[in-house]
């Protein structure tokens, strides 16, 4: 998709957006009218010699803000702004560019940054299109992506969020969901993203409704897979099918249902985003009934209800017969077997 869109005319629209901060000292106060200005050099912290922003200081300042819609224009010039700091301790050829609602950090040269940033936009657009009455795009923020020149930087950086997280060492491309959302990336691997950005603009998209983990994942994956095809086949099919068999028990789907085993560290993370994927990619087949079904989706009954009403599935049997098992009304959702909460997803 990337090398397609390299190949895109200029953005005039883009040219001139290009980043007169360049030259500019980064704003030190964000203002909004009618109320006193947020100090963001006092929120920014030194993080290996990158200016990271106190996010949780940012929404206290943003929550004090008498008026509705002007919340969602601070939000957006406090990400600007901080971008613009990043943007200057990265080096001086680093230039952020916009359009539409994603932003670019990178040193990049124009035609490509421009295709990046056009990639970005489509991605929200196809995403909106293909989950048809369920996606919309977000009111508030922007879709940010920065692009580091070297794999030390990138590590450097990634390492502030991710601090004992040794098994990012081989990463180039990743999402890091903490205060403010965005992408980051290698220059030399910038294609490794484009999946990763394909499937968190999908849950940014999904983000107005209270559906389980197993479901939002599920259409995560399947519009990432969509969007953006691996370049070869995953994994032997039968083997990842007998691991699924050896896997799952009626404790594990309770934790499946609930959101848990997505967060586990074992076998039982990678199988319950593929079982998520097998299950959506079934019920999805008759699209306006399974669409029914998300809509009404609730959490905190691991959208069984809404299942049998819509679908006229019982979520215990559906996984029973995946599993290649008797049905068992054990394996439908029991969330008073749940511990904690359950999960919304978007990891």
Request: charged share 20%; aromatic share 10%; with cysteine.
């Amino acid at each position: 998709m990337l090398k397609l869109l390299k190949s895109l005319i200029r953005s005039p629209k883009s040219e001139a957006e290009f980043d007169a901060g360049a030259v500019m000292a980064p704003p030190t106060q964000i203002s909004v009218p009618g109320s006193e200005p947020f100090d963001l050099a006092a929120s920014l912290v030194d993080a290996g010699g990158f200016p990271i922003a106190d996010w949780q200081a940012v929404h206290r300042w943003i929550e004090t803000l008498p008026i509705e819609s002007a919340k969602a224009e601070a939000w957006s010039s406090c990400e600007r702004a901080w971008l613009e700091h990043l943007r200057l301790a990265l080096g001086r050829d680093y230039r952020v560019r916009s359009q539409g609602s994603a932003i670019l950090v990178s040193t990049l040269p124009v035609n490509v940054a421009d295709a990046t940033l056009a990639f970005v936009n489509k991605t929200v657009q196809r995403i909106v299109r293909v989950l048809h009455g369920l996606a919309a795009t977000p009111e508030w923020g922007n879709d940010i992506l920065i692009v580091f020149d070297e794999d030390e930087s990138y590590y450097r950086y990634v390492s502030h969020y991710y601090p004992e997280a040794g098994e990012f060492a081989a990463s180039s491309g990743m999402y890091i969901n903490r205060g403010c959302g965005h992408f980051v990336s290698v220059k030399a691997d910038l294609r490794s993203v484009e999946p990763v950005i394909a499937h968190e603009l999908t849950h940014a998209c999904l983000s107005h409704l209270p559906i389980p983990a197993w479901l939002n994942e599920g259409l995560a994956v399947n519009t990432e897979f969509r969007l953006c095809p691996p370049p070869q086949a995953p994994a032997n099919p039968r083997q990842l099918h007998a691991r699924h068999l050896k896997f799952w028990g009626a404790q594990e789907i309770q934790e499946f249902w609930s959101g848990k085993s997505f967060l586990r560290s074992d076998e039982g993370n990678e199988l319950s985003y593929d079982l998520a994927k097998v299950l959506v990619s079934q019920f999805a087949a008759d699209w306006e009934p399974f669409r029914q079904f998300v809509l009404a989706a609730d959490l905190a009954d691991g959208a069984a209800s809404s299942a049998m009403q819509h679908l006229g599935i019982d979520l215990g049997a559906a996984v029973c017969a995946v599993l290649e098992r008797e049905p068992d009304p054990s394996w439908a959702p029991r969330p008073q077997a749940w511990h904690g909460d359950p999960e919304r997803g978007a990891f």
